[in-house]
């Protein structure tokens, strides 16, 4: 089985994005995304922070602490691009004015509840930022996970156990191992990594899936 | 920048504009840790990046309190150690809720229907209510006793322009404090901002210092 890199992922979710499409990018693995699209089209990132058409970072030397994202890196402006306060910046969320959002997680359930900000550890600090806001007011919620948890795992489950981001956001998930959609009949299976059947992603992960 | 903060009393709600180090008013934080207020509740997106601005206000050990979204970060050490010790209260709001609460309060409205974090531990003992088939949870108004923002230039009537993404909560926070103080790079004569991108006008604004040696 050869499994999905994460340059692969990132490319999968980048080619999905239509042209003219509003997005948020997430924190981590979904920050890579941006590195693969395809600079010809006209695509709008979005930074909870206050920042429409966002830009690469910029080069050494050139960061401004004013420029950063949601992760406080350094970034650029496109031209055309602008700033806007908090308020304005997540009614864009909230007002179902995003397209889509593409976050990561801890767990997804076949429902499409997203587990993606506590632990729920208790000497965990807990911090949540953005992620809800950004779960219940994007048109579409992307997931870019591992399909297994290092202790081996599946992150897609009947249930999530982890404390809730959101409940029935999840439209589409994005692992090392394959591309699902959630859907009202369970998770339908679009991709799947070369060398591996449907059969066997069923026991990996620990849920019915439906062929694509 | 001592007398801009001189009356902040001990118990005093405060509002510090920023997002990480972008937007925070270091000089007016700096003179709110030399003026000694104490038993303060503060109002931030984050809790404090590295050692200086707001982590040293915590480090300072003035800080009851803390209301904000997103407190743990790689430099969060200052808070994350007062936590673990329970020397700090937190209160964590998702953000769009922590904007939204914080311009409610500027606008005057009592409380509103937010849909993001329901059914999560967030909206636990939060009054829900079900609106055109999608769940809502009831989230209060942030009130504050003061404000410290930072912006780029002012004028004597206290009309704000920002820099960049460093806007980020000036404009709500400056709406929901009973005092708003700002701290800019550049004070210029009336006229000089073009009225049509003033962003934040100036009844909303109580004080403005410029900040030594900033003006670039």
Known sequence: ?212 | MASAVADIHDGATIMIGGFGNAGMPRALIDALIEQGARDLTIVNNNAGNGDKGLAALLAAGRVRKIICSFPRQTDSHVFDGLYRSGKIELELTPQGNLAERIRAAGAGIGGFFSPTGYGTLLAEGKETRLINGRHYVLESPIHADYALIKALKADRWGNLVYRKAARNFGPIMAMAAKCTIAQVDEVVALGELDPEVIITPGIFVKRVVQSEGEKK
């Not at chain 1, 496109?78 to 397209?99: C, K, N, Q, V």
């Open chain 1, 1 to 212: 089985m050869k499994r999905f890199s994460r340059d692969d992922m990132a490319r999968r979710v980048a080619q999905d994005i239509p042209e003219g499409a509003y997005v948020n990018l997430g924190i981590g693995l979904p920050t890579m995304v941006a590195n693969h699209l395809d600079k010809s089209r006209d695509i709008f990132l979005h930074s909870e922070n206050g920042i429409l058409g966002m830009g690469p970072a910029p080069a050494a030397g050139e960061e401004d602490e004013d420029v950063i994202n949601a992760g406080k890196q350094p970034v650029t402006l496109l031209t055309g691009g602008s700033y806007f306060h908090h308020g304005d910046s997540f009614a864009m969320m909230r007002g179902g004015h995003l397209d889509i959002c593409v976050l990561g997680a801890f767990q997804v359930s076949v429902q499409g509840d997203l587990a993606n900000w506590h632990t729920g550890a208790p000497d965990a600090i807990p911090a949540v930022g953005g992620a809800m806001d950004l779960a219940i007011g994007a048109k579409s919620v992307y997931v870019m996970m591992d399909h297994q948890t290092k202790a081996g795992e599946s992150k897609i489950v009947q249930a999530c156990t982890y404390p809730l981001t959101g409940i029935g956001c999840v439209n589409r998930i994005y692992t090392d191992l394959a591309v699902m959609d959630v859907t009202p009949n369970g998770l339908i299976v679009r991709d799947i990594a070369e060398g591996l059947s449907l059969q066997e992603l069923e026991k990996l992960t620990g849920v019915a899936l439906i062929a694509g």
